[in-house]
C-alpha cells in the first residue's frame, strides 16, 4: 500500500507544481521535474504491473505511454523531448553494459552456429520481405506508381528497414531483467550480428534508390561509408574502451565520473564522427572486460546497478514518443507487416536452428527476441525520409506504426521468453562464473 | 558508530566506485617517477601550511576552458540544459546540509555562532559592492541592491573541507561552524530568488513557501519507499528519483533548490527509521559528478568582463574582511577554538557559493547572472587558493600520516 | 591486474597498446577514403553540430513563443524606442542602453529624433557618428538596465534563432529571427567588419539582436541591399570612439 500511496503523492506533486502560477518560461525548465516523476513514478508502475505478470519494462512503456503528450499529458510533450535528451547516454551505457557482458572466450566455441543462426534467420527474413513488397508494391501506401527498377530498389529498403531489429531495447530488457544464459547470449549476438549487416544493407539499399531514382549517387563510396561506420565505430570504441582500461590501471580514481564522460564521448563525440554509437560503446565493453579486466566484478556490477535509472528513463522516453496516431491513419497496414514480419522472424529462428544445430529455448524462442524495434529503425527511417521527400513521408508513417506495435509487443514478447528460459537474474548468480 | 565527518557535505572522501575497485597500489606519480615531488609538499606542511586542491580550483578553470568563451565545447543552448544537473547537485547539496543540521543542531552555541558569522559577512559583502556599484555606476545589469545581495549570499558559504576535522579538534569545531552558516544562507537565498522573481514579472508571495512545501511531500514520498526498496539498483532509482523531483520541482518555479532539500534533509534525518541511512549511501555514489557538473557549469558561464574584474577584488577582500569579523564574533562563541583558526578554516568558499551563483543566474536578467555567476566562480577559485594558505595545519593526533579517506557506505549515521 | 613496477610491460598492457595502435591505424585508413578530398577532422567539425551539442533539444514553434516571451522579460527593460522623422516620413526605432547614461540607437543621418516613447525624458544627443549612422542618446541614469555589448557570443557557422526588436509606437516588439548563415564580411568602417543576416531581408534597419539566451548579438544595418549585423564589439568600440571609455 506504500508504494500506491507514493506513487499517488509523486503524481499529485508534479501535477500541483505544473498547475501552479508557475513563472515565464517555466516549460524551458522542465527536465528535472520530467526526469523525477519519470523515474519514480514510471518505476512504481512498472511494480505494479510486475504483480500482474507483466514485465516492468511494459510497465516504464505503458506509463510513458499512457502519461505521454498523446494521452493523459502529465508528461507532456516538452518532458517528452527533455527525455529524449537523456536517450543518447541511455544507449552508449546499454551496449557498453551489454560488451561487458560478452565474454570472447566463453563464446568462441558457439561463434560459427550463431552466425550461421543469424545468417538463416536474416536471408529468411530479407528474401520473403522482399518478394512479398515487391508483389504487394501497389497496394503500399508508398510510391505505387514507380516504375520497376525504383520499385525494386524501394522494395529492398523498406525490406532492410522492416527487417531491422532493436539491439538497444534487447541489451535493455537482458540488463533489467539481469539475465544472463545462452538463450540470452544468443539473442544478444544474433541482434547485434543483425545491425551490423542492416547499416551495410540500407546503404546499399539508399545508393539503389539514388541511382533508379534519377539522383546522383553520394560522393562517398558505398563501401567506404558503410566500412567507416561500421568498422571504424568499432575501432573508435576500442581506442575509448582500452583508454579506459589504462585510466582504470593507473589512476583509478573518480571513476563514475570518467565512466559518466566515457558514455557522453561514446554518444555524443561517435555521433558528431558518422560513428554508429551502438557498435562504439559494445566495442569498448568487449575491450575492458577482454583485453584488461579489471580484478573482480566490481566495474561490472556497479555499472549494472547504476544502468536501471537509465533504463527507466530510456522506456519512458520511448513510450512517450510513440506516435500512437500514426497507428490510426495506416495500422491495418502496419499491422499486416507486423504479424508477417513476426511470422518470418519465427520460421527464420526455426529452420536456423535446425540447420545450425541449436536446440533448447534458442531453437523454440529465438523470435521473441528479434520483434521489437526501435530507435535504430526510426532513425534509418528519417534518413531516408529526408532525402526522399515526396515518398518519404508516407513511409515514415509506415514505419512510425510498425515501431509502434512491436516496441509494444517486442519487450514483453523477449522478456517473457528469458522468464521461460530461466534466466533471468542469472546475471547476478554469474558473480562467481569463472571468465 | 563511526562518526563520518562534517565535511562530507560536499565531497563525501572516496568516490564508492573507486573504493569498491580498489585503488592502484602504486600512485600515477610514482609509475612517472615523480613521486620526489612529495617531499617539497610535505615541506610546505612542515612549515605550517596544509597543501590541498580544491575541485574549484581545478574544474572552475576547466570549465572555462570548455566554456563559450575558449572552445565552445559548452555552448550556451548545452549550458542552458545541463540547469537540469545543476537543480539537481544543488538539491543534494541541501539534502547533506539539512543532514548535517539535523544531526548537529544540539550543539547550539555552534549553530548561533555560525549564522552570526555568515550574517556579518552577508551584511559587509553587500554593502560594500552596493557601494561600490552604485558610486562607480559600473553596468551590472540590475538592480543594484539584487546584485549586492545576491553576491553576499555566494561570498557568505564556507566549507572547511581543506581541513581534516577527523586530527584537529579547532577544525572539527570550524567544519560544524561552516555547516551551520550556510542555514541562514539558504534562508536569504531562498527569500531573494522570490524578490527576483518579483522584480521582473507576476509572482505569487506563496511562492515563498514552495520550497518547503515541495521539501516535505518528497520527503513524505522517501519515508514510504526508501525503506522498503528492495536491492541496491532500486534504492539508487529512488534516490535519484527523489533527488531530481526536489531539484526539479523548484528550478521549475523558479524557487531554490538547496532550500527544498534542506528541508527533505532534515525530515529524512530526524524522523525514526532507516531512510537516511539508504539515502546517504545512494546520494554518496552521485555527489561527486553532480558537484563536477556545479563547478564545471560556473566556469563555463564565466565571462571575462570589465565588470566581472572590477567586482571581483572587492568581493574577495571584503568576503576575507566578513570572514574574519564573523570570526571574531563567533568564535567568543565557541570554546576550543582561536579567532585565526576559526578565520583561516572558513576561507574556503566550497560549493554551495557557486551553486547558490547559478540558481540566482538563471533568475536574473541574463547580463547580471552571468556577472554573478562570474565573479562568484572566480571568488570561489582565489578563495579555495586563498585558504590553501590561510588554514593551519593540523597535527595529527597520533602523530602519523592523515587517516584514509572515510568508508562512503553507513557509516554516516552519528 | 599487477602492482608490478614493470606494469607498463605488462601482457595486459601490451595487449591494450597493440588495440589502440591498431584502431587508430584502422580510423586513418579508413578515414582516406570516407573523406577522400578534404581532411577528416575539417569535414567532421564542418559537416556536425559541435560536440555536446546534439544534447541540446531543439524547441519546437509553441516553445519558441515561451522563450521569446522570456527573453522580454529579460531585456526589454534595457530598450527604449526612438520616434525618428525623416524625408520617408515617421518611423520607430529601438535604441540600447550601452552606458548607465547612454542609449545607442542606429539612426540615419537625415533624420530627426522627436521623441523617447515611454519616458519623460528629452531627446539629448550626446554624439552622433555620421559614417556609421549611429547615435548616442543621453538619458537620466539606470545602472541597472545597461547592456554588455561585449558578452555576446557571436557563432558566425550555426544556422539558430535569434529575437530582433523593433521599435513601435507602444514600445519594444520582440519576433524570432532564423539566421540560416551568419558569413562575416569586411567593412572599412568596423575593424571586426559586419555580419551578413541569412543573406536577405530579415529584420529591419536599426533593430536590435539578441541571442536566446539573452546575450546581445548585434545592431541590423542595411548594407547593400541585404541585411546585415554590426556586432556587438564593434559597437563598443565605436561608442568608445563617440564619447570615450565608460568611467569608474
Same mark, same amino acid.
Given at each position: ?121 536474416? &536471408? ?86 539514388? *541511382? ?56 555524443? &563525440? ?32 556497479? =555499472? ?11 522506456? =519512458?522516453?520511448?513510450? &512517450? ?115 | 558508530?563511526?562518526?563520518?565527518p562534517l565535511r562530507s557535505r560536499e ?11 580498489? !585503488?592502484?597500489?602504486?600512485?600515477? *606519480? ?25 575541485? %574549484? ?34 538539491? !543534494?547539496?541541501?539534502?547533506f546540509i539539512g543532514r548535517a543540521l539535523?544531526r548537529e543542531a544540539?550543539h547550539?552555541?555552534a549553530l548561533?555562532?555560525g ?42 558559504a564556507s566549507s572547511g573541507h581543506?581541513?581534516?576535522p577527523?586530527?584537529?579538534?579547532? %577544525?572539527?569545531?570550524a567544519t560544524r561552524v561552516a555547516d551551520f552558516d550556510d542555514l ?33 511531500? =518528497? ?48 525530515? *529524512? ?39 566581472? *574584474? ?32 576559526? %578565520? ?6 566550497g560549493?554551495i ?62 | ?183 562575416? =564580411? ?63
Open positions: 500500500m506504500r508504494r500506491p500511496i507514493a506513487l499517488l503523492i509523486v503524481l499529485a506533486l508534479a501535477w500541483s507544481v505544473v498547475n501552479i502560477d508557475a513563472p515565464e518560461g517555466a516549460p524551458l525548465r522542465v527536465t528535472g521535474l520530467a526526469l523525477g516523476v519519470a523515474l519514480i513514478a514510471a518505476y512504481l508502475a512498472g511494480v505494479l504491473l510486475e504483480r500482474l505478470k507483466l514485465p516492468k519494462v511494459t510497465g516504464y512503456l505503458l506509463f510513458g505511454l499512457v502519461c505521454g503528450p498523446y494521452l493523459l499529458n502529465i508528461i507532456n510533450r516538452p518532458m517528452a523531448r527533455e527525455l529524449q535528451v537523456f536517450n543518447g547516454l541511455a544507449v552508449a551505457l546499454i551496449a557498453f553494459i551489454a560488451g561487458l557482458e560478452i565474454n570472447a572466450a566463453r563464446l568462441r566455441p558457439r561463434l560459427a552456429s550463431i552466425a550461421q543462426l543469424g545468417a538463416v534467420v536474416l &536471408a529468411t527474413m530479407y528474401l520473403v520481405l522482399f518478394a512479398v513488397f515487391w508483389f504487394a508494391w501497389p497496394w503500399l501506401p508508398i510510391e505505387p506508381d514507380a516504375p520497376p527498377a525504383l520499385r525494386a530498389a524501394l522494395a529492398f529498403l523498406l525490406t532492410s528497414v522492416v527487417a531491422s531489429f532493436s539491439p538497444t531495447v534487447t541489451i535493455a530488457v537482458v540488463a533489467e531483467s539481469r539475465s544472463a544464459g545462452t538463450y540470452t547470449e544468443t539473442s544478444l549476438a544474433i541482434v547485434i550480428l543483425a545491425d551490423l549487416i542492416l547499416i551495410l544493407m540500407f546503404t546499399l539499399a539508399m545508393e539503389l534508390v539514388r *541511382w533508379t531514382g534519377g539522383g546522383s549517387a553520394q560522393q562517398v563510396g558505398l563501401l567506404a561509408a558503410a566500412s567507416w561506420e561500421i568498422i571504424g565505430s568499432l575501432a573508435f570504441g576500442a581506442i575509448v574502451g582500452a583508454l579506459f582500461s589504462f585510466y582504470l590501471r593507473s589512476i583509478g580514481r573518480e571513476v563514475t565520473l570518467v565512466l559518466v564522460g566515457v558514455c557522453l564521448l561514446l554518444s555524443i &563525440a561517435a555521433r558528431a564522427l558518422h560513428f554508429e554509437p551502438v557498435l562504439a560503446a559494445l566495442a569498448a565493453g568487449l575491450v575492458v572486460e577482454n583485453v584488461a579486466p579489471p580484478e573482480g566484478d566490481a566495474l561490472k556490477r556497479a =555499472v549494472e546497478r547504476g544502468a536501471l535509472p537509465v533504463l527507466v528513463i530510456f522506456f =519512458v522516453a520511448a513510450g &512517450a514518443s510513440l506516435q500512437v496516431d500514426a497507428l490510426a491513419t495506416i495500422g491495418l497496414v502496419a499491422l499486416a507487416i507486423a504479424v508477417l514480419r513476426g511470422v518470418l522472424a519465427w520460421g527464420g529462428a526455426h529452420l536456423g536452428s535446425r540447420l545450425s544445430g541449436q536446440d533448447g529455448p534458442v531453437s523454440s524462442m529465438l523470435w521473441m527476441s528479434l520483434i521489437s524495434q526501435a530507435g535504430v529503425t526510426l532513425g534509418l527511417t528519417l534518413i531516408a525520409a529526408q532525402e526522399f521527400p515526396t515518398w518519404g513521408v508516407p513511409f515514415q508513417t509506415l514505419m512510425v506504426a510498425l515501431i509502434a506495435i512491436n516496441q509494444l509487443i517486442g519487450p514483453v514478447l523477449f522478456r517473457n521468453a528469458l522468464a521461460r528460459a530461466g534466466e533471468i537474474g542469472q546475471m547476478d548468480g554469474g558473480a562467481a562464473r569463472p571468465h | 558508530m563511526k562518526r563520518q565531497l563525501g572522501g572516496a568516490d564508492p566506485l573507486d573504493t569498491q575497485l580498489g !585503488l592502484p597500489q602504486q600512485s600515477l *606519480w610514482q609509475r612517472l617517477k615523480l613521486s620526489r615531488l612529495a617531499p617539497h609538499l610535505q615541506r610546505r606542511a612542515a612549515l605550517g601550511l596544509r597543501p590541498g586542491i580544491a575541485p %574549484a580550483v581545478v574544474l572552475v578553470p576547466i570549465g572555462f576552458l570548455l566554456g563559450p568563451q575558449v572552445t565552445n565545447v559548452l555552448s550556451i543552448e548545452v549550458l542552458a540544459h545541463l540547469q537540469v544537473g545543476i537543480s539537481i547537485g544543488l538539491a !543534494l547539496l541541501g539534502i539535523a544540539h547550539l552555541r548561533a555562532a549564522n552570526i558569522e555568515s550574517a556579518m559577512t552577508i551584511g559587509i559583502v553587500a554593502v560594500a559592492l552596493w557601494f561600490l556599484i552604485t558610486r562607480s555606476q559600473v553596468p551590472v545589469g540590475a538592480d543594484a541592491v539584487l546584485v549586492a545581495l545576491c553576491l553576499a549570499v555566494t561570498a557568505a581543506t581541513a581534516d577527523r586530527s584537529d579538534p579547532a %577544525a572539527r569545531v541562514l544562507l539558504i534562508a536569504v537565498g531562498a527569500l531573494l530568488l522570490v524578490f527576483i522573481r518579483g522584480s521582473y514579472g507576476s509572482f505569487s508571495p506563496a511562492l515563498a513557501l514552495a520550497p518547503v512545501g515541495i521539501g516535505i511531500v =518528497v520527503a513524505i514520498a522517501g519515508l514510504l519507499l526508501f525503506e522498503h526498496s528492495d536491492g541496491e539498483s532500486e534504492r539508487g532509482l529512488l534516490v535519484l528519483g527523489a533527488v531530481a523531483l526536489l531539484g526539479g520541482a523548484s528550478a521549475y518555479l523558479m524557487t531554490s533548490p538547496l532550500a527544498a532539500g534542506l528541508v527533505a534533509g532534515l525530515i *529524512w534525518t530526524l524522523v525514526p527509521g532507516r531512510a537516511d541511512e539508504v539515502l546517504t549511501r545512494e546520494a554518496h555514489k552521485l555527489q561527486h559528478p553532480l558537484i563536477a557538473l556545479l563547478l564545471i557549469a560556473a566556469g563555463a558561464f564565466f565571462v571575462p568582463h570589465a565588470t566581472v *574584474w572590477w567586482l571581483l577584488v572587492p568581493y574577495v577582500l571584503f568576503r576575507l574582511v566578513g570572514k574574519i569579523l564573523g570570526a571574531v564574533a563567533a568564535a567568543a562563541m565557541l570554546p576550543g577554538i582561536r579567532t585565526f583558526e576559526l %578565520a583561516g578554516y572558513l576561507v574556503p568558499p560549493v557559493g557557486v551553486g547558490f551563483s547559478l540558481t540566482f543566474m538563471f533568475a536574473l536578467p541574463s547580463d547580471a547572472g552571468r556577472i554573478v555567476v562570474s565573479v562568484a566562480a572566480a571568488g570561489a577559485l582565489l578563495s579555495e587558493l586563498l585558504g590553501m594558505f590561510l588554514i593551519p595545519a593540523a597535527p595529527h593526533v597520533d602523530g602519523t600520516a592523515p587517516p584514509a579517506p572515510p568508508a562512503p557506505a553507513g557509516g554516516a549515521t552519528a | 591486474m599487477s602492482a608490478s613496477p614493470r606494469l607498463w610491460l605488462s601482457r595486459e598492457t601490451r595487449l591494450l597498446l597493440i588495440v589502440i595502435t591498431l584502431s587508430v591505424a584502422v580510423l586513418v585508413v579508413l578515414s582516406r577514403f570516407r573523406f577522400p578530398e578534404e581532411d577528416a577532422a575539417a569535414s567532421v567539425a564542418g559537416a556536425t553540430p559541435l560536440p555536446l551539442e546534439r544534447l541540446a533539444a531543439r524547441a519546437t514553434y509553441d516553445e519558441l513563443a515561451t522563450i521569446i516571451a522570456e527573453l522580454g522579460r529579460r531585456v526589454t527593460p534595457s530598450v527604449t524606442v526612438l520616434r525618428v522623422e525623416s524625408a520617408d516620413g515617421q518611423r520607430f526605432v529601438p535604441a540600447v542602453r550601452v552606458r548607465p547614461d547612454l542609449l545607442l540607437a542606429h539612426v540615419r543621418g537625415d533624420s530627426r529624433i522627436r521623441e523617447l516613447i515611454g519616458t519623460a525624458a528629452p531627446v539629448d544627443i550626446a554624439a552622433f557618428d555620421e559614417q556609421r549612422e549611429l547615435v548616442l542618446l543621453r538619458v537620466p541614469a539606470d545602472p541597472s538596465a545597461v547592456v554588455m555589448l561585449e558578452t555576446g557570443a557571436l557563432s558566425a557557422v550555426r544556422p539558430r534563432y535569434v529575437a530582433s526588436i523593433e521599435g513601435t509606437p507602444g514600445g519594444p516588439a520582440l519576433r524570432p529571427l532564423f539566421l540560416g548563415r551568419t558569413d562575416r =564580411v569586411p567593412d572599412d568602417r568596423y575593424a571586426r567588419g559586419l555580419l551578413v543576416l541569412g543573406g536577405v531581408l530579415l529584420a529591419s534597419p536599426g533593430s536590435l539582436i539578441f541571442g536566446l539566451d539573452g546575450s546581445f548579438v548585434g545592431i541590423c544595418v542595411i548594407d547593400d541591399g541585404y541585411a546585415a549585423g554590426v556586432t556587438g564589439q564593434s559597437l563598443a568600440a565605436a561608442v568608445t570612439g563617440m564619447v570615450g571609455p565608460p568611467s569608474r
